[in-house]
Nanobody
Framework: QVQLVESGGGLVQTGGSLRLSCAASGSSFSINAMGWYRQAPGKQRELVAAISSGGRTNYADSVKGRFTISTDKAKNTVYLQMNSLKLEDTAVYYC??????????????WGQGTQVTVSS
């Protein structure tokens, strides 16, 4: 069994910064990719940023130049540094991981979600 534990959400004013963290733990696994999605009220869940095991990154156009995704492989942790936050960044942010689980194969896992609220 694998768990993703998120931290770092909260309330911040426009223009401010937050850093989200997500640590994967549990059964023996290797990471194919990790990333962050978000879902605002009344909207579909959307990809914010992702990073592959090889370090390739992918960002939503709306966050390019403001958000940075990174990993600490030793800690099986992915980070999302969010700068110059805007009102429209307000959402629940979900961590996800594309993992190879020993004996069972490839599967996707999701964190519980962390609220990010940007106020004016």
């Amino acid at each position: 069994q694998v768990q993703l534990v998120e931290s770092g959400g909260g309330l911040v004013q426009t223009g401010g910064s937050l850093r989200l963290s997500c640590a994967a733990s549990g059964s023996s696994f290797s990471i194919n990719a990790m990333g962050w999605y978000r879902q605002a009220p009344g909207k579909q869940r959307e990809l914010v940023a992702a990073i592959s095991s090889g370090g390739r990154t992918n960002y939503a156009d709306s966050v390019k130049g403001r958000f940075t995704i990174s990993t600490d492989k030793a800690k099986n942790t992915v980070y999302l540094q969010m700068n110059s936050l805007k009102l429209e960044d307000t959402a629940v942010y979900y961590c996800y991981a594309d993992l190879n689980i020993e004996w069972t194969g490839r599967d996707d896992y999701w964190g519980q979600g962390t609220q990010v609220t940007v106020s004016s």
